[in-house]
């Protein structure tokens, strides 16, 4: 089950490094190693029917021995044809010397091609084909596409996969107990990985699709479920209560109901006598700050030090900058921690947290390092939580001899049925309601035909003394030959020479992830001083980044982003007072479906409402992936069975997790499905 990739046939170190970069690394992970989707090889036609452009399968006689011919620079071109009753096609291959042996005259094969008609002659050139008597291997049949990275051909790991399912499917153990799978109908785990894998028809595929999605939804409901019942019994430390009538008299002005009702949700929680755990979801300007400054408030008055972690120094100096004025009139000291300070001031920020004489720290990750410790911390307060894993998570939460209760919060509009799911282990607070008298982004759908108006739009802005977002998607795809292709990077640097040339003498800034993190902070930082009117970024700058002056985002490509991200995009302007606008470009190609999905957008500026309908356009891959939530990722759930909403399935999955726990909380009964789950929850954490 463990063996190493490298002793498949076919498979030598090279390979099995290219493997590796894809996590597999064992047969068994070849063997979940699920399609990112099929190619459909099962249509047929006679020679005579066959449409230009359309690929089928073709059964016919080899009606001449092939005929071999040498072109320039050592290419060769193989030429014959073939018969059915209806008519003749002619075969044309290039590079294809093995075609010579291969294709003997009188024999019957299978070809499988796309046709070209011109006039009464017909043709395929490079067409895959196999005898008719042994064909289904590469024609007549749902041929699965991986997904593959560089130096890993699409036919080297159809091959190696081939081989795993061989010798693995059939020994797998069935981890869903037998009374759930007939409940739902679900097939046996060896009959959905051969499917899986090598569908019999699209029937057979649904079947697998539903049952490995349920699995997988089945197992991280359960291990979720399974961590907040553990948690559930460890006590917390009563913090103290927030001084309420002072606390918003001090405000400048008045908490909204929802953040009311959160504050006082977080204060029964901290002196309930159990730990909290606990998650704050409120879109992008919902107040989540002054509500996380009400809970530090309340560790303070009841004597113990908390702190504010941040996934960029940025936003940390951010949060220091609002946060150490208004604790200073509380009396309550406060410290801003990153990478960037001097040993000598770490060091003294240090000595002053162990010691006690600091009350409360902001900081970036910097704050989980050794070397870090506190008199008597109370409680963690992570921002941006979908930023950091679960590993951090838990890191965190171990500071500290007496676990400090933890606190985090997230901007990413998540659907209650799959918050339920992703922060299983949390309990979840909502900051549904924006404070008064916001000016929702003006938000437009428009193709390629708009963009001279765009053009002069941003140009408009930027004169007008406004700053202007140009946002790309950055998109790594991996051709069929294993080449990869980023072709995000080249773009936003395309389109910045583009805006570049709208400017002459205005500086235009790049921002995206492959650049050094110091060069991609000072171009933000000197956009976010005003210095630069236009930036143009990859998504690096989707969290957090507040630039008042920022009144126009224009986002290329805009069909390829869910809609949850462009809407969180689109919260990075309209943070100052004046109108401002969101501009969504589709991409030439995209279709109709694309931009009545951008449309959305258009009419709604309620986070929820959009995650919802992402969920039931994209279904609930979007939101899962180790990248967003630290969660482990879902392959299957990306793919459900066609006759049937992710959503539905993920209600039944958890109702059925759910379920079995109250029948057997220790899951004695079930030995190998818990360790399945200790171990994921293991791979979480590390
Ligand atoms: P987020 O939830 O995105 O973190 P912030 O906490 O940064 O939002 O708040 C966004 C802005 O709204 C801040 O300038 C903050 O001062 C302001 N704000 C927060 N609560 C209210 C409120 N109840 N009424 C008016 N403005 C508020
Ligand atoms: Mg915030």
């Known amino acids: 089950m463990t063996d190493p990739i490298s002793e498949l046939k076919g498979i030598g170190q090279a390979r099995a490094k290219a493997f590796a970069r894809l996590g597999l690394l064992s047969s068994y992970d070849l063997l979940r190693y699920y399609p990112a989707g099929y190619q459909d090889r099962t249509a047929a036609s006679p020679i005579s029917a066959l449409v230009s452009g359309t690929a089928v399968c073709v059964t016919a006689m080899a009606a001449a021995d092939p005929r071999e011919t040498r072109l320039r620079q050592g290419m060769t071109l193989t ?14 291959f290039f590079n294809a010397p093995y075609v010579k042996t291969a294709l003997v005259k009188g024999e019957t094969y299978v070809f499988f091609g796309k046709p070209e008609r011109k006039g009464a002659r017909c043709e395929m050139v490079n067409p895959v084909f196999e005898p008719a008597g042994s064909a289904g291997r590469v ?32 020994a797998e153990p069935d981890l869903l107990p ?52 553990g948690r559930a019994a460890k006590p917390g430390r009563a913090l103290g209560r927030l001084p309420r009538d002072e606390f918003e008299a001090a405000l400048p002005y008045e908490l909204t109901g929802a953040q009311r009702r959160v504050i006082a949700e977080l204060e029964d929680d901290m002196n309930s006598g159990r730990l ?41 100096a951010q949060h220091h900058a609002t946060l150490e004025p208004f604790m200073r009139r509380w009396g309550v000291s406060c410290g801003l921690l990153t990478g960037k300070l001097s040993p000598k001031a770490k060091d003294a920020l240090r000595f002053a947290l162990a010691g006690g004489g600091l009350r409360f720290v902001v900081g970036t990750h910097a704050l989980l390092s050794e070397g870090v410790s506190f008199e008597n911390l109370g409680l963690i307060i992570t921002d941006e ?38 922060y299983g282990e949390l309990d979840v607070s909502l900051i549904d309601e924006l404070p008064p008298g916001r000016v ?58 583009r805006i570049a040339g709208l400017f002459p003498g205005h500086e235009v800034g790049l921002a995206h992830g492959r650049m050094k993190a ?41 069909d390829r982003f869910g809609l949850a991200q462009l809407h969180q995009l689109r919260g990075r302007v309209g943070r100052g007072r004046r109108e401002s606008f969101c501009v969504l470009m589709a991409a030439p190609g995209a279709g109709e479906l694309a931009r009545k999905r951008l449309e959305m957008l258009t009419k709604s500026s309620d986070g929820f409402a959009i995650a919802e309908a992402d969920l039931a356009l994209r279904g609930p891959g979007e939101f899962f992936g180790t990248r967003q939530h630290g969660l482990p ?54």
């Not at 749902?142 to 190696?160: E, K």
């Not at 795809?477 to 995000?488: L, T």
């Not at 909403?645 to 818990?674: F, M, N, Q, T, V």
């Open 79 to 92: 030429k014959t044809h073939a018969v059915d009753e209806t008519g003749r096609l002619e075969l044309t």
């Open 139 to 170: 024609t007549g049949l749902l041929l699965p596409v991986y997904r593959l990275t560089s130096g890993l051909p699409q036919y080297a790991v159809r091959a190696a996969v081939r081989q795993a399912v061989d010798a693995l499917a059939g």
């Open 178 to 229: 037998p009374e759930i799978r007939q409940a739902r109908a679900l097939c046996h785990i060896g009959f959905a990985l051969r499917q899986i894998h090598a569908p019999d028809d699209a029937r057979s595929l649904d079947m697998a699709r539903r049952r490995l999605a349920f699995e997988e939804l089945f197992r991280l409901s359960l291990g979720l479920s399974w961590m907040k019942r």
């Open 276 to 316: 909290m755990s606990r998650l704050i979801q409120g879109d992008v300007g919902s107040g989540k700050t002054i509500v996380a400054a009400a809970a530090v408030l309340m560790a303070a008055r009841g004597g113990f030090q908390a702190a504010l972690m941040a996934p960029t120094e940025l936003l940390a």
């Open 385 to 422: 939580q979908h930023r950091f894993g679960v590993a951090q998570r838990s890191a965190l939460a171990e500071k500290g001899e007496h676990s400090p209760h933890t606190l985090f919060m997230s901007a990413t509009p998540i659907p209650r049925t799959l918050a339920m799911l992703l």
């Open 440 to 497: 929702p982004v003006k938000t437009y759908a428009v193709g390629e035909d708009m963009r001279a108006r765009i053009d002069g739009f941003i140009k408009k802005t930027a004169e007008q003394g406004g700053q202007v977002y140009v946002v790309c998607p950055m998109i790594e795809r991996v051709d069929d030959e294993g080449n990869s292709v980023s072709e995000g990077l080249k773009e936003a640097v395309a389109v910045r020479e």
């Open 518 to 558: 110091k060069e991609r902070a000072d171009v933000i930082g000197r956009f976010r001083a005003g210095e630069i009117p236009v930036l143009v970024a990859t998504t690096v700058i989707e969290v957090g980044v507040d630039v008042p002056n920022a009144g126009l985002m224009v986002v290329e490509n805009a």
């Open 633 to 686: 990722a879902l392959r299957m759930a990306e793919l459900p069975a066609a006759s049937e909403s992710p959503a539905a399935l993920l209600y039944e999955a958890r109702d059925a997790a759910l379920g079995l726990l109250d029948a057997d909380p220790e899951l004695k009964g079930h030995a190998a499905l818990r360790a399945s789950i200790e171990d994921m929850l293991r791979g979480m954490r590390s």
